[in-house]
């Protein structure tokens, strides 16, 4: 009697197991193979549906790029910062130290402005930040405005007698094509 009631014990176990997991036919498998089959039979506007679903490890990565711009953010002001007292440094050495004193030479004058346009190229790798920050894009437009303004601190700080004609051709180049891509692009946003 034992026997039986064990038995029997044994059998409606195992049945209200079986009503309570009605499992998929794909569960066993692993979650690739399963995501795998269940594609195959998906229509397009479930896989698109489907593919807009954010994924989590995707979310934490980005999160983590966000906050990594937010930290250049930040030690670009620090940049910009120590910058302006650079160039404070400089003004004050060019002037204050030159003789007669308040007579700036040519040489003064390009050292000057060198660090007056560093501060500049570090003012718009900042919007730049700023910007990405706030729609999550790069603006090409204010990428190419920043490498002119680098590429015209380079030009107005080079010491033309002493490089070489060919690097001459090369910053001219250089000048043509970031011209040429600045109005391509301001051509196409004005459309």
């Known amino acids: 009697m034992t026997i039986a009631y064990g038995k029997a014990r044994v059998k409606t176990k ?7 997991r009605q499992k ?11 995501n795998y089959m ?3 039979f998906m229509s397009d506007q479930e896989k698109q549906g ?16 966000l906050y990594s711009v937010k930290l250049l953010a930040v030690m670009m002001i620090m940049v910009i910062l120590a910058s302006i007292v650079d160039v404070g440094f ?11 004193v308040g007579v700036l030479h040519i040489e003064n004058i390009v050292t000057v402005l060198g660090a007056f346009l560093a501060v500049l190229i570090a003012i718009e790798i900042y919007h730049n930040i700023i ?10 437009k204010l990428v190419l405005s920043t490498a002119l303004i680098a590429i015209a601190r380079k030009v107005i700080v080079l010491d033309y007698s002493i490089i070489p004609p060919q690097t001459m051709y090369a910053v001219a180049a250089l000048v043509m094509a970031t011209g040429i891509a600045y109005w391509i692009v301001s051509y196409k946003s004005s459309e």
């Open 90 to 100: 400089i003004l004050y050495d060019k002037i204050i130290f030159t003789r007669p």
């Open 131 to 140: 910007v990405y920050l706030k729609e999550d894009t790069v603006h090409l």
């Open 14 to 20: 195992i049945l209200m197991q079986s009503r309570r």
């Open 38 to 40: 269940n594609g195959l």
């Open 50 to 65: 489907q593919s807009q679903q954010p994924d989590r490890l995707l979310a934490v990565l980005h999160k983590i790029i």
């Open 24 to 34: 998929p036919i794909f569960e066993s498998r692993s979650v690739y193979t399963q």
